[in-house]
């Protein structure tokens, strides 16, 4: 098994908990756990492998990404009542998730000897879409969308990063490394200490004399 993935079995598996923790808000049945933990822990990779023409798409070819998701699934629809606040956990575990899901689409990319700017795209699409369908499935305000937060800048500062190590001639692991603490502190930064970006102000429009 290789260091990409082991990164996507780890996006995999900490996606499906933030999605079986939004099911749990939304109060649905075990099925329902089941198939929105799968849509957040595999929907950012599939985007990503259909943009970039893999085949196949990395869970059809290796299931075990899906039964993965499924038992996260079923182990947070018996657990999730023992957890006194589930939008932290949500917030927080989403934002380890990010950043290994950023990595490990970064990672793809870069093996896939793609050009600077897809690298960074890729990296992106993978860190958030399926937060994005998890959220907008669930009748969620999308965490990507949270006013001012740092979220998918936090995804393109770590994809950029690796970039450029990599054109330093980094092995793949520092890379990777980087990318992922990079858009993880920024993340984490956002949560702790307020860090926003600056958010439009509409102001009236200036009277003419």
Known sequence: MSGLDLLDYASV???????????????LDLVGFAFI????AVGGGTVRDLLLDRNPVFWVGQPSYVLMACSAAVLVFFTAHLVESRYNWLVWLDSF???IAVAAGTGVALSL??????????GVTTGC??????????????????QGELYVSCALAGSVAAVIANRMGFEELTVLAACALICW??????????????VYKSRPPRSRP
Request: positive net charge; proline residues 3%; aromatic residues 6%.
């Open 13 to 27: 598996l900490v996606f499906a908990l933030t999605g079986a923790l939004v099911a749990s808000r939304a109060q």
């Open 37 to 40: 933990a799968c849509l957040t």
């Open 97 to 99: 998730a990010l950043s």
């Open 113 to 122: 000897d793609q050009s600077g700017t897809i690298v960074v795209l890729m």
């Open 129 to 146: 879409f399926g937060g994005l369908m998890r959220d907008v499935v669930c009748n969620e305000v999308p965490l990507v969308l949270k």
């Open 185 to 198: 502190a920024l993340r984490a930064g956002s949560l702790l200490f307020g860090w926003r970006l600056p």
